[in-house]
Protein backbone atom coordinates (compact mmCIF):
# COMPACT_ATOMS: atom_id res chain seq x y z
CA UNK A 1 0.00 0.00 0.00
CA UNK A 2 1.53 2.97 -1.21
CA UNK A 3 1.00 6.66 0.20
CA UNK A 4 -1.17 8.25 -2.20
CA UNK A 5 -0.42 11.99 -2.83
CA UNK A 6 -3.20 14.82 -2.89
CA UNK A 7 -4.23 13.68 -6.66
CA UNK A 8 -4.77 9.73 -5.35
CA UNK A 9 -1.63 8.81 -7.43
CA UNK A 10 1.51 7.46 -5.01
CA UNK A 11 3.83 9.48 -3.81
CA UNK A 12 7.13 8.48 -5.14
CA UNK A 13 9.68 7.22 -2.93
CA UNK A 14 12.51 8.93 -3.64
CA UNK A 15 10.35 12.51 -2.21
CA UNK A 16 9.06 10.05 0.31
CA UNK A 17 12.81 9.11 1.47
CA UNK A 18 13.99 12.75 0.96
CA UNK A 19 11.46 13.90 3.63
CA UNK A 20 12.17 10.73 5.78
CA UNK A 21 16.04 11.53 5.31
CA UNK A 22 15.22 15.26 6.30
CA UNK A 23 13.45 14.31 9.62
CA UNK A 24 15.20 11.44 10.73
CA UNK A 25 18.97 11.67 9.55
CA UNK A 26 20.44 9.83 6.58
CA UNK A 27 20.51 6.22 8.01
CA UNK A 28 18.95 3.05 7.10
CA UNK A 29 19.19 0.37 9.75
CA UNK A 30 20.09 -3.29 8.73
CA UNK A 31 17.59 -6.09 9.74
CA UNK A 32 20.48 -8.82 9.81
CA UNK A 33 19.32 -11.78 11.53
CA UNK A 34 22.76 -13.40 11.66
CA UNK A 35 22.89 -17.06 13.42
CA UNK A 36 25.82 -15.47 15.77
CA UNK A 37 23.42 -12.49 16.77
CA UNK A 38 20.21 -14.83 17.44
CA UNK A 39 22.61 -16.11 19.91
CA UNK A 40 23.77 -13.18 21.78
CA UNK A 41 20.46 -12.39 21.91
CA UNK A 42 19.23 -15.23 23.67
CA UNK A 43 16.93 -16.45 20.98
CA UNK A 44 16.80 -19.86 19.15
CA UNK A 45 17.92 -19.89 15.73
CA UNK A 46 14.69 -20.67 13.84
CA UNK A 47 11.88 -18.82 13.01
CA UNK A 48 10.69 -18.36 16.03
CA UNK A 49 13.89 -16.67 17.45
CA UNK A 50 13.99 -14.92 13.92
CA UNK A 51 10.43 -13.41 14.75
CA UNK A 52 11.18 -12.52 18.31
CA UNK A 53 14.15 -10.64 17.22
CA UNK A 54 12.57 -8.65 14.23
CA UNK A 55 9.74 -7.22 15.91
CA UNK A 56 12.02 -6.77 18.87
CA UNK A 57 13.65 -4.64 16.22
CA UNK A 58 10.74 -3.17 14.95
CA UNK A 59 9.21 -1.89 18.56
CA UNK A 60 12.70 -0.34 19.29
CA UNK A 61 13.07 1.64 16.26
CA UNK A 62 10.27 1.75 14.46
CA UNK A 63 9.57 5.51 13.93
CA UNK A 64 12.82 6.55 14.81
CA UNK A 65 14.96 6.12 11.65
CA UNK A 66 14.53 6.94 8.04
CA UNK A 67 14.50 3.48 6.55
CA UNK A 68 15.07 -0.32 7.32
CA UNK A 69 16.47 -3.14 5.32
CA UNK A 70 15.51 -6.60 5.92
CA UNK A 71 17.79 -8.66 4.13
CA UNK A 72 15.95 -11.40 2.90
CA UNK A 73 18.79 -14.37 2.97
CA UNK A 74 18.75 -13.81 6.54
CA UNK A 75 14.75 -14.82 6.50
CA UNK A 76 15.02 -17.59 3.70
CA UNK A 77 17.03 -19.26 5.74
CA UNK A 78 14.41 -20.34 8.07
CA UNK A 79 12.10 -21.09 4.94
CA UNK A 80 8.53 -20.46 4.47
CA UNK A 81 7.86 -19.51 8.55
CA UNK A 82 10.73 -17.16 7.74
CA UNK A 83 9.33 -15.57 4.87
CA UNK A 84 6.24 -15.29 6.40
CA UNK A 85 8.55 -13.22 9.64
CA UNK A 86 9.50 -11.02 6.48
CA UNK A 87 6.04 -9.99 5.89
CA UNK A 88 5.63 -9.55 9.34
CA UNK A 89 8.35 -7.03 9.24
CA UNK A 90 7.34 -5.61 6.37
CA UNK A 91 3.46 -4.67 7.88
CA UNK A 92 5.16 -3.52 10.77
CA UNK A 93 7.21 -1.32 9.74
CA UNK A 94 4.67 0.25 7.50
CA UNK A 95 2.57 0.42 10.49
CA UNK A 96 4.90 2.22 12.42
CA UNK A 97 5.73 4.85 9.50
CA UNK A 98 8.93 3.83 8.66
CA UNK A 99 9.97 3.13 4.86
CA UNK A 100 11.17 -0.54 4.11
CA UNK A 101 13.97 -1.06 0.99
CA UNK A 102 13.81 -5.06 1.21
CA UNK A 103 17.41 -6.53 -0.01
CA UNK A 104 16.57 -9.05 -2.24
CA UNK A 105 19.18 -8.56 -4.65
CA UNK A 106 16.86 -9.80 -7.68
CA UNK A 107 17.62 -9.80 -11.12
CA UNK A 108 16.45 -11.93 -13.84
CA UNK A 109 14.98 -11.69 -17.35
CA UNK A 110 11.64 -10.70 -18.67
CA UNK A 111 8.91 -12.32 -17.53
CA UNK A 112 10.36 -13.72 -14.73
CA UNK A 113 12.23 -10.73 -13.78
CA UNK A 114 8.20 -9.65 -14.45
CA UNK A 115 7.38 -12.04 -11.76
CA UNK A 116 10.18 -11.05 -9.30
CA UNK A 117 8.39 -7.05 -9.74
CA UNK A 118 4.96 -8.65 -8.79
CA UNK A 119 6.76 -10.17 -5.47
CA UNK A 120 8.21 -7.22 -4.22
CA UNK A 121 6.73 -4.54 -5.91
CA UNK A 122 3.28 -4.62 -6.58
CA UNK A 123 0.56 -3.13 -4.16
CA UNK A 124 -0.85 -5.95 -2.01
CA UNK A 125 1.82 -8.13 -2.47
CA UNK A 126 2.87 -9.37 1.42
CA UNK A 127 6.59 -8.71 0.27
CA UNK A 128 6.39 -5.60 -1.21
CA UNK A 129 8.21 -2.90 0.88
CA UNK A 130 8.85 0.79 -0.35
CA UNK A 131 11.84 -0.07 -2.34
CA UNK A 132 13.86 -3.36 -3.68
CA UNK A 133 17.54 -3.72 -3.99
CA UNK A 134 18.21 -5.24 -7.67
CA UNK A 135 21.42 -6.35 -9.83
CA UNK A 136 21.60 -5.00 -12.99
CA UNK A 137 24.47 -7.52 -14.41
CA UNK A 138 22.05 -9.31 -17.05
CA UNK A 139 21.93 -5.98 -18.51
CA UNK A 140 20.52 -2.77 -16.99
CA UNK A 141 17.58 -3.01 -19.42
CA UNK A 142 16.72 -6.58 -17.97
CA UNK A 143 15.20 -4.08 -14.62
CA UNK A 144 12.73 -2.48 -17.27
CA UNK A 145 9.77 -4.65 -15.42
CA UNK A 146 10.64 -3.79 -12.17
CA UNK A 147 11.61 -0.08 -13.05
CA UNK A 148 7.83 -0.15 -14.36
CA UNK A 149 6.25 -1.80 -11.75
CA UNK A 150 8.08 0.58 -9.05
CA UNK A 151 7.07 3.97 -10.95
CA UNK A 152 3.54 3.13 -10.96
CA UNK A 153 3.20 2.29 -7.46
CA UNK A 154 5.26 5.07 -6.09
CA UNK A 155 8.06 2.51 -5.16
CA UNK A 156 11.42 2.42 -5.33
CA UNK A 157 14.31 1.00 -6.96
CA UNK A 158 18.16 0.65 -5.59
CA UNK A 159 20.52 -0.56 -8.78
CA UNK A 160 24.23 -2.55 -7.23
CA UNK A 161 26.23 0.12 -8.60
CA UNK A 162 29.43 0.13 -6.43
CA UNK A 163 29.12 -2.56 -3.83
CA UNK A 164 31.02 -2.47 -0.45
CA UNK A 165 32.99 -6.07 -1.53
CA UNK A 166 36.60 -6.18 -2.08
CA UNK A 167 35.57 -8.43 -5.48
CA UNK A 168 32.85 -6.44 -7.29
CA UNK A 169 35.85 -4.71 -9.32
CA UNK A 170 35.52 -7.25 -11.30
CA UNK A 171 32.82 -6.76 -12.91
CA UNK A 172 31.58 -3.18 -11.80
CA UNK A 173 35.02 -1.70 -13.20
CA UNK A 174 35.43 -3.54 -16.34
CA UNK A 175 35.03 -1.08 -19.35
CA UNK A 176 32.48 -1.91 -22.18
CA UNK A 177 33.94 -2.28 -25.43
CA UNK A 178 32.41 -0.35 -28.76
CA UNK A 179 29.13 -0.93 -26.73
CA UNK A 180 25.54 -1.33 -28.00
CA UNK A 181 24.44 1.15 -30.40
CA UNK A 182 21.82 2.51 -27.56
CA UNK A 183 24.58 3.03 -24.96
CA UNK A 184 25.24 6.52 -26.46
CA UNK A 185 27.97 8.96 -24.34
CA UNK A 186 28.26 5.56 -21.84
CA UNK A 187 30.22 3.45 -24.73
CA UNK A 188 33.35 2.51 -23.58
CA UNK A 189 32.40 3.51 -19.79
CA UNK A 190 33.11 1.69 -16.72
CA UNK A 191 30.46 -0.75 -16.22
CA UNK A 192 29.69 1.11 -13.07
CA UNK A 193 29.65 4.73 -15.05
CA UNK A 194 27.30 3.08 -17.42
CA UNK A 195 24.87 1.71 -14.70
CA UNK A 196 24.47 5.53 -13.23
CA UNK A 197 24.65 7.09 -16.53
CA UNK A 198 20.91 4.58 -17.25
CA UNK A 199 19.86 5.50 -13.69
CA UNK A 200 20.13 8.90 -14.04
CA UNK A 201 17.93 8.60 -17.37
CA UNK A 202 15.34 7.49 -15.40
CA UNK A 203 15.79 10.48 -12.62
CA UNK A 204 15.61 13.35 -14.94
CA UNK A 205 14.09 16.28 -13.48
CA UNK A 206 12.64 14.44 -10.58
CA UNK A 207 12.32 16.91 -7.67
CA UNK A 208 13.26 16.66 -4.99
CA UNK A 209 14.95 12.77 -5.85
CA UNK A 210 14.51 10.43 -8.06
CA UNK A 211 13.27 6.54 -7.43
CA UNK A 212 15.94 4.89 -9.15
CA UNK A 213 18.53 4.73 -6.71
CA UNK A 214 22.30 2.87 -6.90
CA UNK A 215 24.08 1.27 -4.26
CA UNK A 216 27.13 2.23 -3.59
CA UNK A 217 28.98 0.86 -0.76
CA UNK A 218 31.33 3.50 1.95
CA UNK A 219 33.93 1.40 1.78
CA UNK A 220 34.59 1.54 -1.66
CA UNK A 221 37.96 4.27 -1.50
CA UNK A 222 38.30 6.53 -4.65
CA UNK A 223 36.65 4.07 -6.64
CA UNK A 224 33.71 6.67 -8.24
CA UNK A 225 36.84 8.47 -9.53
CA UNK A 226 38.38 5.58 -10.37
CA UNK A 227 35.85 3.98 -12.79
CA UNK A 228 34.58 7.63 -13.76
CA UNK A 229 31.10 7.31 -12.02
CA UNK A 230 28.77 10.62 -12.19
CA UNK A 231 27.13 10.43 -9.24
CA UNK A 232 25.26 13.69 -9.11
CA UNK A 233 24.18 13.52 -12.25
CA UNK A 234 22.16 10.19 -10.64
CA UNK A 235 19.86 11.91 -8.89
CA UNK A 236 18.76 9.78 -7.32
CA UNK A 237 19.07 8.16 -3.39
CA UNK A 238 22.46 6.48 -2.85
CA UNK A 239 22.34 3.82 -0.46
CA UNK A 240 25.48 3.02 1.27
CA UNK A 241 25.90 -0.12 2.99
CA UNK A 242 30.28 -0.68 4.42
CA UNK A 243 29.45 1.56 7.53
CA UNK A 244 29.95 0.59 10.50
CA UNK A 245 30.70 -3.90 10.92
CA UNK A 246 32.84 -3.19 7.05
CA UNK A 247 34.71 -0.96 8.93
CA UNK A 248 33.35 2.65 7.05
CA UNK A 249 33.01 5.68 9.21
CA UNK A 250 32.07 9.93 9.05
CA UNK A 251 35.64 9.94 7.23
CA UNK A 252 34.82 7.13 4.44
CA UNK A 253 31.21 8.49 4.16
CA UNK A 254 32.59 12.06 3.51
CA UNK A 255 35.12 11.40 1.20
CA UNK A 256 33.60 8.45 -1.12
CA UNK A 257 30.97 10.94 -1.97
CA UNK A 258 31.91 14.06 -2.85
CA UNK A 259 29.24 16.53 -3.95
CA UNK A 260 26.25 13.79 -4.01
CA UNK A 261 26.88 13.13 -0.20
CA UNK A 262 23.50 14.95 0.16
CA UNK A 263 21.69 12.14 -1.72
CA UNK A 264 23.25 9.50 0.88
CA UNK A 265 21.79 7.01 2.91
CA UNK A 266 24.25 5.46 4.67
CA UNK A 267 23.66 2.19 6.04
CA UNK A 268 24.70 -0.31 9.01
CA UNK A 269 23.39 -3.59 10.03
CA UNK A 270 24.96 -5.65 12.65
CA UNK A 271 27.15 -2.23 14.00
CA UNK A 272 23.95 -1.55 15.62
CA UNK A 273 21.54 -4.76 16.25
CA UNK A 274 24.70 -5.80 18.50
CA UNK A 275 23.90 -3.30 20.78
CA UNK A 276 20.89 -5.14 21.15
CA UNK A 277 18.71 -6.51 22.47
CA UNK A 278 17.71 -3.91 25.23
CA UNK A 279 15.60 -1.41 23.36
CA UNK A 280 17.13 1.87 24.31
CA UNK A 281 20.45 0.67 23.89
CA UNK A 282 19.53 -0.36 20.27
CA UNK A 283 18.10 3.40 19.74
CA UNK A 284 20.76 4.49 21.52
CA UNK A 285 23.23 2.98 18.72
CA UNK A 286 20.43 4.11 16.02
CA UNK A 287 20.61 7.59 16.95
CA UNK A 288 24.59 7.74 17.14
CA UNK A 289 24.90 5.92 14.02
CA UNK A 290 22.21 8.88 12.71
CA UNK A 291 24.19 12.12 14.08
CA UNK A 292 27.13 10.81 12.57
CA UNK A 293 25.82 9.95 8.99
CA UNK A 294 24.29 13.75 8.88
CA UNK A 295 27.53 14.65 10.28
CA UNK A 296 29.38 13.54 7.52
CA UNK A 297 26.93 13.72 4.51
CA UNK A 298 25.31 16.82 5.84
CA UNK A 299 27.77 19.01 7.76
O1 LIG B 1 22.65 -3.97 -1.12
C1 LIG B 1 23.17 -3.93 0.01
O2 LIG B 1 22.55 -3.51 0.98
C2 LIG B 1 24.59 -4.26 0.14
C3 LIG B 1 25.38 -3.92 -0.93
C4 LIG B 1 26.76 -3.92 -0.77
O3 LIG B 1 27.50 -3.50 -1.65
N1 LIG B 1 27.29 -4.33 0.41
C5 LIG B 1 26.52 -4.74 1.46
O4 LIG B 1 27.07 -5.06 2.53
N2 LIG B 1 25.16 -4.77 1.30
C6 LIG B 1 24.29 -5.32 2.38
O5 LIG B 1 24.36 -4.47 3.52
C7 LIG B 1 24.35 -5.25 4.72
C8 LIG B 1 25.64 -4.97 5.46
O6 LIG B 1 25.55 -5.41 6.78
P1 LIG B 1 26.59 -4.93 7.91
O7 LIG B 1 27.95 -5.16 7.35
O8 LIG B 1 26.28 -5.82 9.05
O9 LIG B 1 26.32 -3.47 8.21
C9 LIG B 1 24.18 -6.69 4.28
O10 LIG B 1 22.79 -7.00 4.28
C10 LIG B 1 24.69 -6.71 2.87
O11 LIG B 1 24.07 -7.69 2.06
Known amino acids: MTAPGVTGAPVPFGARLAAAMDEHGP ?8 ASLLRAWDLTDDADGLREFSLRVMDALGGQV ?8 FFERHG ?7 EEVIAAARAAGTLTIVDAKRGDIGSTMGAYADAFLADGSPLAGDALTVSPYLGFGSLDPAVELAAATGRGLFVLCLTSNKEGFEVQHARTTAGPADAGDAAGATVAALMAARAAVLNAGAEPL ?20 DLVAVNGPLLAPGVGAQGAGERELATTFGSARRNVLASSSRAVLAAGPAPDALLTAAAAAAREARGALRG
Open 27 to 34: LCVGIDPH
Open 66 to 73: AAFKPQAA
Open 80 to 86: SRGLAVL
Open 210 to 229: GSVGLVVGATIGDAVAATGT
